[in-house]
């Protein structure tokens, strides 16, 4: 059974750098099929998809959050991380490491978003 | 991006009613969407992907249906752990864009 678990400061300060490592445990975060993802959910508020990287190292990043985030895999550790610069108080909220998958469906290919760590809350304050 | 639109953003049931919750694509998104439950504190859980297949241990009194615009989550009959909210989840084009979430309460 796959599972992730998020690390990284509770608390940061406003226009420093939000730092996030997920370990993945179960599997190996190098096969294919899978796309390392960040999700986000700001308090009492819905879900804000932030971003993937691929182990090969493609990435792809929310448009409204690209100019400051980076998704990077680091393989010999099976961990990815999430780097988001210049922090506002808009940056506060639980933010999950997911597991993003590919594979066969009915109708096709179809994707999903199969695993989920349990969350952590950063909070950005003075 | 494209907007996911759910319907409606709460509603209140009883145990054994069936519920139907909807959502729609700002454009057609063939049956690329997801369907997740969160319960308070916790992480979402993957119910359906494709727009109707059933993730492995999943009940199977949830089901979805639908493809282009118009999506349906259903559960069959209501069940205590089913208090939660849903959201759906369009992966047809990046960036991926969840609805804004259905709550359902206990009548």
């Known amino acids: 059974q796959v599972q992730l678990q998020e690390s990284g400061p509770g608390l940061v300060k406003p226009s420093q750098t939000l730092s996030l490592t997920c370990t993945v445990s179960?599997?190996?975060?190098?096969?294919?099929?899978?796309?390392w993802t960040w999700i986000r959910q700001h308090p009492g508020k819905g879900l804000e998809w932030i971003g993937y990287?691929?182990?090969?190292?493609?990435?792809y990043y929310n448009p409204s959050l690209q100019s400051r985030v980076t998704i990077s895999v680091d393989t010999s550790e099976n961990q990815f991380s999430l780097n988001l610069t210049s922090v506002s108080a808009a940056d506060t909220a639980v933010y999950y490491c997911?597991?993003?998958?590919?594979?066969?469906?009915?109708?096709?290919?179809?994707?999903?978003?199969?695993?989920w760590g349990q969350g952590t809350l950063v909070t950005v304050t003075p | 991006a494209i907007q996911m639109t759910q319907s409606p953003s709460s509603l209140s049931a009883s145990i054994g009613d069936r519920v139907t919750i909807t959502c729609r694509a700002s454009q057609g998104i063939r049956n690329e969407l997801g369907w997740y439950q969160q319960k308070p504190g916790k992480a979402p859980k993957l119910l359906i992907y494709?727009?109707?297949n059933l993730q492995s241990g999943v009940p199977s009194r949830f089901s979805g249906s639908g493809s282009g615009t118009d999506f349906t989550l259903t559960i069959s009959s209501l069940q205590p752990e089913d208090f939660a909210t849903y959201y759906c989840?369009?992966?047809?084009?990046?960036?991926?864009?969840f609805g804004q979430g259905t709550k359902v309460e206990f009548k």
């Open positions: 997911v597991r993003g998958s590919v594979g066969t469906c009915s109708g096709g290919t179809c994707s999903s978003l199969d695993f």
């Open positions: 179960g599997g190996s975060i190098s096969s294919g099929g899978y796309y």
């Open positions: 989840l369009q992966d047809y084009n990046y960036p991926w864009t």
């Open positions: 494709g727009a109707s």
């Open positions: 990287s691929y182990y090969r190292g493609s990435t």
